[in-house]
Every structure is written in structure tokens, then in C-alpha cells.
């Protein structure tokens, strides 16, 4: 069994200099530019090239749905039916006008025919509504060589399934293991770092090598996610003593802001990985982390953002008012409590392309380790960040009229579908006095046309 | 492959229901894919729950009675021919089908079957007849606490007496038809597509 011997050497060997220069590629390429936050521009080489390709093979696509005579199913990303904004008393009078007996307008308390107007808008919310589409993935017009977002699978000729399979090794035999290194990577030193300078005395250089750690960490993280992020207005972006909201779609978005500024983090503490990470990063800087009981005493909550804020050496807080993802085609309503505290709010707008990977999290689909998986294991996350002018609360402006406001900024900036709904609706049930609000405007058509009535 | 679309309509069924319900193959599976969004059970078939966890219906006064038309008699679940069945009602009824052969049966959304579809939201027990009972719990959906008993009460006995011709208390589909005879039915009760 000695002849093994010198054949296992050379396994050795070979695998000790393939690492050596694996791990030296990665340093030099990914990690020195990340400290230094200089880029050599390898990953905008890299979309332009996907691009090209993703174009190809949607040609080759429509090519063979073509050639078999076969209408292509193409992705809704608008509305599918014509809907009239018309109010609920405009219509049912516009209904009883068209079939009166009588010579005077709107007289009748009741028709039969009223009901019409409920039927018609109760199935044209079945076929499509505003807001149940806002929580699964947006829909590609163009196949981006995932089997994830392929409706027309039947049509790919060999050529593309060669590619497909390409694809395929690349992202999980290259990309994948790279990115996850990296990931380990990143978090492991956050991690270890941020506890050593916890160690300092609070004070200048505390702050500082604190910052200079964390964007470090989360530059490396961008790296591992082949995030390519480019930055608008950055003359607006949030200071001390400011809260900077920002619509929320995944929680690669905390990666995405924290990576290009600093700021204190808001939460619930969890356990696991994610607890030790929380409990590491809150004793370099101060971060704002809630207990899980604390999460529901809104007086708390409030006192503590106020008093982060009102110290102005403290960073800018970061919080996504919609309180849970929607998947990047609308912003929906802001909860108010950011917007009571009576800071300068700084206005982010993040909008993904989902042509390289979707990174919207479908929290009730996939849970948070598959999450990361796909978005490691996808081509690319590219998305844009625009930094809006700061914004405050008005003379006789309430916090939801605030909040709304500094919502259809972000959703105008974002190219989003600004919607009034809830995101709770994700999973919740929405609120009777929606229903009720329509019911008193139809009780109202009813016993109002009574009193004109009796009047005449 | 696990996209959505991994079970997807085979050629001979989206021809058969055109056949049935007129819609053309987009729009069927242009459906059919908000049909899979609903299916939260990934069963192939909607239960009542699916169709309210829809807000815009959730908060319908009539939202449970639009449901409950999906539904035939006693059943609970909906598969996707029963569904475009129904929403085959609010087709707009466009002219050159006015004139096609009269030997077909009457597509679902001719204009006598958009006022059974309304008829059948009012007649709550299916008996083909709408009592004043009926009628008393419909506009109380409709108007919800805001007004009166007796002033409902008095509201449905009015309507009652100036449709019911034949002396029985209660509506039925021809004095229906007869009362709503010049509304805008076709316009009312159709929806547009925009492809």
C-alpha cells in the first residue's frame, strides 16, 4: 500500500496550490476592493454580457413558438381588464337612468338593477385586483435562463437547453460556492471584529474604525451576492439625527443601504445566527433592538427612536415603514410610527431589475435559508438606489398625511404603483370598515333621495 | 420544473372552453394563471377562502353572495371550468355573435343569462323565486347598519308590488326580466378586456 503514497502527495499538492490561488484571486479581486470600496469593474462586464445573452435566448424562444404556430404566453405586468374609476354613486345612478320609467333623475330610493354595479366589481376584482399580485414574484417578459421564470418551456430548441445546462453549472459549480465563501466571509468578520472594537472606549476612534468595519462587512457581502447597485443623488443621503425609510422588498435591501453609508439598525432581537450577529454589531455602534415583547409597546418604540435621534452623534436610523416585503412593483401603506417622531426624514428608493434574479422574499413561500440560496445561486442582483431631497412633517400635515406624502415621493422616483392598501394584507385580513365605508355611501343613495322626497 | 406554469392547460381543454364560454386563448390563459395565483392549496381547485382573501371582494357588500355563484349547489370547491363558467357572464356581448346560428345554445353571456346572474344574488335558497324575506336580506348586505328595519321593510315591499304581477309575494325570473327590461344590461354587467 506504499505505492499509494506518492500519488496521494501529488492530490495534496495540486489541492493546496489550487487553494492557495482560489483564495489569493479571491483576495485580491473581491475582498482589497471591498476595504477600499474601489471596484474594477468585472461585474458590469459581467451584466452587459448576460444581457446579450438573456436577449438571445428570448429570440430563440419566440423563434420556436413561432415555428410550431403557437401563440407565446406572455407575462400581464398591467392590467388584464378595463376598469372605470367611476364612483359607486355615479354608477348606479348612471344603471338606474339608463332603464327609468320615470321623467325625473335618480327619484327612486331602490332598483333592482343596483346590484349590478356590486356583481360588476366583485368579479372584476376576481379577475385581477390590485392587491394580491403585489405578493408573489413579478413576471418576466424575457427569459433570463432560469428555470424559475420559464412559461414556455416547450419551446426550447437544443442550442438553448445546451446553454440552459451551462448556465446551470455556472451558477451552482462557480458562482454559488463563491459567493457563499464569501458570504462566510463577511459575516465572520463583522462578526469578530465589531466584538474586538467593542472592547474600546466609547469615542472618536471607536466610531470610526466601527464605520470603516461595517462598511467593510458589507461591502464583502455585496460581493458575495454579485450585487451591482448604482447610487443616485448621493448629496441627500441621510445624516445624524435623520430616519431614513425606504421601500422594503427584501432584506438584501439592509445589505444594499448599509454598504454605501452608515446607519443604526432598527429590529426585533432573534436567536440563532442572526441574535449573535445583532448582539456583535450593537457593541461596536449603536443599533436599536427590540426584545420581542417590546416590539408591541409602541410608547416604547417611539420613546427609544426619539431619543436615538435627538442625539445627533448617533447615526441615521434605517427602517422600511411598510413592515414586510412586497415584491418591488408597488409601495404600500406606511405605518405611521416613523413618521410621529418628528425627525427630518430621508427618503430611499429602491428599485431592483428583474431581469438578473428576483430578489423579492416570498416569506410565505420560501423560508429565509432557501431565500438566500436563490438569490445566491441566481446571476446577478442589479437594482438602482435614488436618494430623495430630505422631507418633514408640515404645518398641519398629521403623520399619516406625512407618511403618504414621503410614499408617493418614493413610489413616483421608484417608477412603483403608489397603493393605499396594507401590506399586512400579505397576511391578514383586511379591516370591516372597508366594507362599511361602502355601505354607508350606498345607504346613503337610498334614504337621501327620501328626504328629497318628502321635501317635494 | 417549478414555475407556476408546470401544470399547464393542455390545447384541448383551452378549445374546449372557448367553445363553452367564448373567450379567446389568451385570455384563457391569461385566467387560467390568476386561477394558479388564487389556488393557494395548489390543488387545482378554489375554495371560498382563496376568493376572499381578495381585498377589493373582501370588502364588497355582496362579496359572499358573488362567491357563492362559483359554487354549485352543496359543493365547496371550484375547479377551473366551473370558474371560467361563471366569469363567461361578464363577457361583453359583441355584435357579430348577435347574429350567430340560432341552433347553438344560448352563450353564457347573452343578456337573459347576465339577469339570471343577478337574479340568482338576490334568490338566496334557490327557488327560482325572490321572497320578501330574500329581498330584506340582500339590502340589509347592501346597506349595513345604516338604516332602519321598517324603513328597509317598507323599501321592499314597494319594490315588491311594483314588480310582482302575478299576485304571489314574490319576484320570479320573468317579472325580473320584465322590470329591468330598458337598463343597459349588456354594459352594466360586462367587463372589458384590454387584449
Known sequence: DSHLFPFDNLVCILLGISFTVWFTLLLVFIIVPAIFGVSFGIRRLYMKTLLKIFEWATLRIERGAKEKNHPLYKPY?????????????????????SGSNRDFDSASEFEMSDI????????????????TKRFSAEELESWNLLTRSNYNFHYISLRLTVLWGLGLLIRYGFLLPLRVTLAFTGVGLLVFLTSVIGLLPNGRMKNFLSEKVHLMCYRICVRALTAIITYHDSENKPKNGGICVANHTSPIDVIILASDGCYAMVGQIHGGLMGVIQRSMVKACPHIWFERSEVKDRHLVAKRLSDHVEDKSKLPILIFPEGTCINNTSVMMFKKGSFEIGATVYPVAIKYDPRFGDAFWNSSKFGMVNYLLRMMSSWAIVCSVWYLPPMSREEGEDAVQFANRVKAAIARQGGLVDLLWDGGLKRGKVKDTFKEEQQKLYSKMLVGTQEDRSRS | MGSRASTLLREEEIEEIKKETGFSHSQITRLYSRFTSLDKGENGTLSREDFQRIPELAINPLGDRIINAFFPEGEDQVNFRGFMRTLAHFRPIEDNEKNKNATTSE??????????????????????????DELLQVLRMMVGVNISDEQLGSIADRTIQEADTNGDNSISFNEFIKVLEKVDVEQKMSIRFLH
Not at chain 1, 349590478?116 to 392587491?131: C, H, K, L, N, Q
Not at chain 2, 347573452?110 to 344574488?121: E, P, V, W, Y
Open chain 1, 116 to 131: 349590478f354595479y356590486f356583481a360588476r366589481r366583485g368579479v372584476e376584482s376576481i379577475m385581477d385586483d390590485e392587491v
Open chain 1, 77 to 97: 405586468s398591467n392590467a388584464i381588464i378595463a376598469r372605470e374609476p367611476t364612483s359607486l354613486e355615479q354608477e348606479i345612478k348612471e344603471i338606474r337612468r
Open chain 2, 107 to 132: 352563450p353564457l353571456n347573452s343578456r337573459t343569462n347576465k339577469l339570471l346572474f343577478a337574479f340568482r344574488l338576490y334568490d338566496l335558497d334557490r327557488d327560482d323565486k325572490i321572497s320578501r
